[in-house]
């Protein structure tokens, strides 16, 4: 009676043990954010003076794509299209997108397609609009969309993707809806793509969540960048110093379907850009969502 009521229990155990596993097989596992990237805007006091060294520095650091934006010398730093995808090929670093002058590539063709030409030549994906300004009536956000579709399908023709970065002014409400939302719901999936900023949004007091439910599957990317509010103003800190709950916020941004996690910085608590950013690739590396 003893091994028949021990074999009984056993085959119970056994039994619960599988079910168990089974279940805790449909539980989505923690991953390590890989690859991660940073946005060249980060070290814009020190990367003018030396471009190749400080993206050489960031790609040790450990960041392996980068997106860069329109500085002093245009968005590839002065640097040819060939010749600048061959020294980030040599780093193992690929520029994955950038920030462009869109107001310029709006008003002109020739802009627009010497813009194009070098993102191509480079091997970039992406050409975002960084900035916009709040606009102050929906005839002008609707010209902003208008604006929006007419370069995405330029950018489209040429096997390239266009997209809008935000910032909180179009999170904040124009008579009570959401300028970000109206662009969402008013520009072509197919010609335009979305950049979230998970700072700004959060500035904004938007829920992310909520409206990554909503909207996720018009994000491609994000950036990542924390702050904390001091005398009622947003102040910009190292990753996982601030405020901002990363591994909920990231892993809602993964499940909308983000694939690219680019680390932005526009403050420093450290005496030098690239401290902060070493901090940031540190956290990186090690957040599990």
Same mark, same amino acid.
């Given at each position: ?21 089974? =279940? ?23 990367? !003018? ?12 650091? #450990? ?19 060939? /010749? ?7 780093? #193992? ?6 920030? *462009?002058? *869109? ?20 091997? =970039?994906?992406?050409?975002? &609009? ?5 606009? @102050?009536?929906?005839?002008?956000? @609707? ?45 072509? !999936?197919?010609?335009?793509?979305? /950049?979230?900023?998970? &700072? ?11 409206? =990554? ?8 990317? &994000? ?24 591994? @909920? ?11 690219? *996690? ?14 902060? =950013? ?12």
């Amino acid at each position: 009676m003893q091994r028949r009521e021990f074999l009984k229990q056993s085959g119970l155990l056994a039994a619960g043990a599988a079910a168990f596993t089974s =279940l805790d097989a449909f539980a989505a596992p923690h991953k390590l954010i890989k690859p991660f990237g940073v946005q060249l805007y980060s070290a814009r006091d020190i990367l !003018p003076k030396d471009p190749k060294g400080v993206m050489t520095e960031l790609a040790k650091m #450990g960041y392996q794509q980068f997106e860069s934006y329109s500085g002093p010398k245009g968005f590839l730093w002065g640097m040819e299209a060939k /010749e600048a995808k061959s020294f980030l090929d040599g780093l #193992g670093v690929k520029m994955v997108s950038t920030h *462009f002058d *869109f107001g310029s590539a709006a008003k002109s063709d020739d802009v627009l397609k010497k813009q194009i030409e070098m993102a191509q030549g480079a091997g =970039l994906t992406y050409l975002f &609009c960084p900035y916009i300004g709040a606009q @102050k009536s929906w005839d002008a956000w @609707k010209k902003i969309a208008d604006n929006f579709n007419r370069v995405g399908e330029e950018v489209a023709k040429a096997g390239l993707k266009f997209g809008y970065h935000n910032h909180d002014y179009s999170f904040r409400p124009l008579e009570g809806k959401l300028p970000q939302e109206y662009l969402l719901e008013n520009t072509d !999936p197919k010609h335009v793509s979305f /950049e979230l900023d998970l &700072c700004w949004i959060d500035v904004a007091g938007v829920n992310t969540a909520e409206h =990554l439910k909503k909207y996720g599957k018009r994000y491609v990317a &994000c950036h990542i960048k924390d702050y904390n509010k001091e005398n009622g103003r947003p102040v910009q800190n190292d990753l996982g110093k601030g405020s901002v709950d990363f591994k @909920k916020t990231l892993s809602d941004a993964r499940k909308a379907g983000i694939k690219l *996690f680019i680390v932005e910085q526009e403050e420093y608590p450290t005496k030098s850009p690239l401290e902060s =950013l070493k901090n940031d690739a540190e956290y990186m590396k090690t957040l599990s969502v």
